[in-house]
C-alpha cells in the first residue's frame, strides 16, 4: 500500500470578527510537479496555484458532527439545535449550488460522531467543535495535492493504513463503507482538495452564539447570522479566497461574501454578507463553469446556464511604473459604467515560492524574476460595459496575509505602494496626465477583451501623517464637521524640485461605523484659503479648485478625489501662487447633515494619526465652514497627489 502524506498541503482561510495565480479570489496551494531547481540552494521553485475540486467529486459530501446538540452557546445557555442548524448550512451550500453558470455542488449526507477535532482524515465534516485558543469565529481547511499524480488502487492518501483509491467507482464516495471517502483510481492535478472541513467557534473566551433568529442577530454584537458566516466559509470550501470588495456602490455599502472581515454589531451588514455578491457568482461560475463538458457536472442540465453565453473576460497585465516590475496580488476591479457599481475584482500575477522538500517549509524567492514571472490578471464579468481600475493590496480595507500567497509575494517586494488609478486605454503610463479618465472596456458573453494592460503611476505623494492610530468624528453637532488639511503654497511649489507638476488628486482616509452604509460624503473640494493670526482657517468653499458632490468615499480605504483638467487647474495654482493670491491649498471633506443612515446613527468618520510629528495642519468646522479649527493633537489623513508633467 503506497503512502502519499508528503505531497500534501493543508490550506486554511479564516474569518475574523471585527467591531490564482492570474484571477482573483482563488484559494492558493502550490505545485512542485516540474521540480525546477529554485535559487535558494536545495529547494524547488514552487509554482502557485489555485485549489479546485476535481469533477470526480462532485457533488462535494459532508458529514455534519453530530456530538454537540444543541449548539453550544457562549452567552448563556443553549438554543440551537443540530437540526436547526444542518438546516441553515445547507441554505447556505444551496446559495452556491443554485448558480445557473456553476457546477459547484455540495451537499450534507450524513453524521459523523468525532469526539475530537477536524483534521484530514478522507472525511468532509462540519463542526461546533474547536481547538482552545481558536480565535477566529470560523475557518475552512482544506488538504490539497501539491504534485500532479495517479493515484493507483489501494493507495493510502491520509496515512491512517486504510485505502482511499478504488478502481471499482468513477466518482468520490464511501465505496468501503467504512465513513471516510475513496477517491476513483486515475490522474489528478496539483490543487486538486481531497479534503475539506468547516469549523465554527463556540468557545466561550472568544467564540460567538449562532443564531438562525433574526431577532437574535439584531440583539448583541457576539450574536452572529450562522448563514452569513457559513456561507463565506462554504466558499472557501470550494477554492474561493478572500478579496477586497466591501462597498458596491454609492447606494449599497454591502460588499462580497469573500470580504475577510465581518462588522456583528451590524445586522444588516450581517444579512448583506450572507447573500452572496456578483463577485461570488462570477468566480464559482470560473472556477467551475457550467456548459463545458460533455459529460459529468460540467455538462448541462435543466436550469443550467452556459458559462460562456453569459460571462467574458477582461484580461492584461500589471506593471509597476517606478520598479519597472510586473505586480504580484495587486487589486484590479471592474466598475459596470451602467450603474456605476463595483461588480468584480481580480488578483495579478503568476508567482512563485521555494519549497524545501526535506521539511515541507515555504519561503520567498529572493529575486522578483524568479518570483513573479508576470503581472497578468482575468476578470470575469457579465456581457457589458466596464471601467477598470487597480489599488493596491496594502493593508486598507485588508493586508495581503488576509488574502494569498501572491499578495504576499508582491508584499514582499514591495510592490503595494501604489496609487489607484484606471485604465485609459492611449494614455496608459507611469507618467499620466489624467490616473481618473476610465475608458471604456467593452465585453462580449464568450470572449475575450485582451490587452486592458495597466501601468501604475509615478506621483509625488504629499503628505504628513502616520499610521492610522484612530478614526473620528462621532456625534455630529447640527452643522456638521468640514475636515480640511493645509498645503502651504511653499511646499507646493517645491515639489518636483521645483520643476512643473501636475495636481492631479486627493486622498481621504476614511471608514464607516456601520458596515452595510456606503461612505457618502456631502462634499470634496479643492479649494485656497488662509491662516489668521489667531491659527484658524478661512477657506474659499464658494469658488473651490474642483469640487465633487456627493462624494463617495471608501471603507477603510483611502479613497481618491481626481481632479478635472488636471493640466488648467496646476496652471491656475502656479501662477496664483507666483502673484500671492494663493497662499495655502486645502483639501476639504463635508459630511452630509444628521440623521445618517444606519444602526449606529453615526456618520461617516475620517482616518487620524497621532503619531509624530503633528503638522498642525488638520483643521476642523462645525459650523458649515463659517470658521476651521487648528488641531494641534493629530493629523487628518488626507494627501494630495502630484506628478511630473506628461
Known sequence: MRKLTSILLTTCMILMSVATTRAGGALESIDITAGTPSPIPGHILARVIGIRWDARSIPVRYRMNNTLDPIPNPLGAAFLSLAQATTELQASLDKWNNIPTSYIDMQISGTTSNLGLVGFNMTNEISFRTAAGFAAIASSPSTNLISDITLANGDDIDGDGDSDVSNAITTVQDADSDGDNEFPAG????????????????????????????????????????????????????????????QVSATNGDGSTMFPFIDTGDPDAERGQAQISDDDIAYASFYYPEGTAASGPGALQAGDIPFSSQYGLITGELRHGVLNQPIAGGQLFAVDRATNSRVVSAFSGTTNLSFNPVNGGLFFVPTAANAIPNGNYVIPVKQGN???????????????????????????????????????????????????????????????????????????????????????????????????????????????????????????????????????????????????????????????????????????????????????????????????????????????????????????????????????????????????????????RFSLIASQVP
Open 386 to 636: 466596464y471601467s477598470v481600475g487597480v489599488e493596491a493590496t496594502d493593508g486598507s480595507p485588508a493586508a495581503a496575509g488576509n488574502i494569498s500567497f501572491t499578495c504576499q509575494i508582491g508584499n514582499f517586494f514591495g510592490q503595494q505602494n501604489f496609487i489607484e488609478e484606471f485604465w485609459n486605454n492611449n494614455n496608459e503610463g507611469a507618467i499620466e496626465r489624467e490616473p481618473g479618465d476610465a475608458k471604456n472596456v467593452h465585453v462580449n458573453a464568450g470572449q475575450v477583451n485582451a490587452g486592458t494592460n495597466i501601468t501604475t503611476n509615478n506621483v509625488i505623494n504629499v503628505s504628513g501623517f502616520g499610521a492610522r492610530t484612530n478614526i473620528g468624528f462621532i456625534n455630529a453637532p447640527a452643522g456638521g464637521f468640514i475636515y480640511a488639511v493645509q498645503f502651504p503654497a511653499s511646499q507646493i511649489s517645491a515639489l518636483n524640485g521645483g520643476n512643473p507638476t501636475l495636481l492631479q488628486a486627493g486622498l481621504f482616509d476614511t471608514i464607516v461605523v456601520d458596515a452595510s452604509v456606503p461612505v457618502v460624503f456631502a462634499n470634496a473640494w479643492l479649494a485656497k484659503g488662509v491662516i489668521n493670526p489667531d491659527t484658524t482657517a478661512t477657506i474659499d468653499l464658494v469658488t473651490p479648485f474642483a469640487s465633487s458632490g456627493p462624494f463617495v468615499a471608501q471603507d477603510t480605504d483611502f479613497a481618491p478625489f481626481y481632479f478635472k483638467n488636471p493640466h488648467d487647474l496646476s496652471e491656475v495654482v502656479r501662477l496664483g501662487i507666483a502673484d500671492g493670491s494663493i497662499q495655502n491649498l486645502f483639501l476639504v471633506l463635508q459630511i452630509q447633515p444628521p440623521p445618517f443612515a444606519g444602526v449606529s446613527n453615526q456618520p461617516p468618520l475620517i482616518g487620524l494619526s497621532t503619531q509624530a510629528p503633528i503638522l498642525g495642519r488638520s483643521f476642523l468646522s462645525t459650523n458649515g465652514g463659517a470658521t476651521f479649527t487648528r488641531r494641534n493633537d493629530l493629523n487628518f
Open 187 to 246: 490522474f489528478y492535478k496539483a490543487g486538486t482538495i481531497l479534503d475539506n472541513d468547516v469549523q465554527f467557534n463556540t468557545k466561550v473566551s472568544n467564540g460567538l452564539r449562532f443564531t438562525v433568529d433574526p431577532l437574535q442577530v439584531d440583539a448583541v454584537t457576539r450574536s452572529v447570522d450562522l448563514s452569513c458566516v457559513a456561507t463565506h466559509e462554504f466558499g472557501h470550501s470550494f477554492g474561493l479566497s478572500h478579496v477586497l470588495d466591501n
